[in-house]
């Protein structure tokens, strides 16, 4: 492994780090059951997308599962 050539000033070192700050993620909410959402993407909570339901949601998945075992 190479070793750096010569130390790395403070200010140096202070002005690279000033980007490795995190972003913070936008959120949007989901106008059917109001939970928060990631942008372009479908609702994990309610499975809806553009107003469609889009993947079948968990609560219906687990009624389901229910319904089996008993
Ligand atoms: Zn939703």
Redesign the pocket.
């Known amino acids: 492994m190479s070793v750096p050539a010569k130390r790395k000033s403070s200010s140096r070192a202070r002005k690279g780090r000033s980007h490795l700050a995190l972003k913070k993620i936008n959120l949007n909410r989901?106008p059917?059951?109001a939970?928060t959402?990631l942008p372009h993407r479908a609702?994990g909570?309610?499975g809806?997308y553009k107003g469609k339901e889009v993947i079948k949601s968990k609560s219906i998945k687990t009624k389901k599962q229910e319904n089996k075992k008993t």
Request: glycine fraction near 0%; charged fraction near 20%.
């Open positions: 989901c059917k059951c939970k959402v609702c909570f309610c809806t």
